[in-house]
């Protein structure tokens, strides 16, 4: 595959920054700010996917047909305008991914991904040092009034000055939860480019110990189970990499018989876990708002009532579904239930296999069950695992996030199954089509 030019690879650092950093654009430059960036970075995507020549009839077939599901989901949807809008949005997003998955590389793509989070997790911290050492105070987002409030929920802050507190930092995304997860993301990439001899070692140790301070400082409980899962899974791939035939079967075996014993000892002991990962038993009101969703997505059970990915806090019954101290939430904070209230099970029956595909194929690629050649020319062994380990972080933030049907989630499930997933063989084998 020809390398990207200067000016792609710009474009993907670009993409991936509005991608992971929505809400930073959005607090900094208002919605039409971001709305206006976001656009030109679906537009100049889409060119250069005209330009290459990209097929789109090559992407995976269970993703074109979960796209499609959602696009015809207008025709039944209960808020068919706002779907039309969320129907608009998935696809800009798709476009982008896209574009990153078709048009780079996969070391490329790790590269830019790489950048794109140094950025963020180091102003991130600038960010809140500024806050705690200078303004002093909370910082609310540029471009909103909240004066006809009486107490502004601390949902709302881009930054509370917790810094010098010892309480959990927002950074530049203005949440915890999102900053966290992208630390992980990057302790992820920046592990094993450093395992790989890719950059400096010295500048990539110093990256490392950035994103581990970001990680420690946001205090995700989401995020740290993640971790311990990628790392669970990565350490059993290292022993599946290092057996063959009888003892492979044997591994995966003894894999699976730990993995449903762990689950089972976790749910078991949900309680003290809780309690050590500082959740209360009811997961930050997490039960009541599966609960409100699971009882409005059971009127539409089937094909669910029409796809808004992330919720329009305009149009009923978004508006006011699940209001918690203040604070319309704009999720069901699990993404498959999110799916099956937009699409019903139809639509999570098509977007598991879209998730299953994906994770299958990265799966096969990292432990080399299967050859993938275009990933194996381009990338030494530790990267042909960033697949999965992004993808296995994505699905575990995927049970108390929705995350994975907006923005970054998304768009990295869009590049992994396209990357995995790409019919022509031409490309398949590195080749310019």
Known sequence: MRAATSYQRALATLSFGVLAAGDFWRYLLSWWGWGALAGVVVVLSILELVRARVDVRRLPSFLLLFLAFAAVSIAWSAYPGASALGVALTLATTAVAVFLATCLSWEEVLET????????????????????AFIRRPVLPLWVDYSDLEKIPAAFYWSRDLLFEGGRIQGIVGNANILGMLALLALIVFLLRLAARKGSPIWGWFWVVVAVANLALTRSSTVVVAAVVVLLVAAFLWVVRRTTGTARLAVFASGVVVAIGGLTAAFLAREPLLALLGKSSDLTNRLDIWETVGALAAQRPVVGWGWVSY??????????????????????????????????????????????????????????????????????????????????????????????????????????????????????EGVEA
């Open 113 to 132: 991904f790489s950048d794109t989070l140094r950025w963020i997790l180091g102003l991130s911290l600038l960010f809140e040092f500024v806050v705690a």
């Open 311 to 428: 919720w329009v806090p305009w149009v009923p019954p978004f508006d006011d579904l699940v209001v918690i101290k203040g604070v319309t939430y704009l999720q069901a904070h699990n993404a498959w239930l999110d799916v099956f209230l937009q699409l019903g099970a139809i639509g999570v029956a098509i977007f598991g296999l879209v998730v299953l595909g994906a994770l299958v194929r990265s799966w096969g690629m990292a432990a080399e069950v299967t050859r993938i050649r275009y990933s194996a020319a381009e990338l030494r062994w530790p990267e042909t695992t960033a697949p999965l380990l992004l993808l296995v972080a994505l699905l575990v933030q995927s049970l108390a996030e929705s995350r994975l049907i907006i923005e970054l989630g998304f768009a990295l499930l869009v590049i992994i199954a396209v990357k995995t997933g790409w019919s022509d063989p031409e490309r398949a």
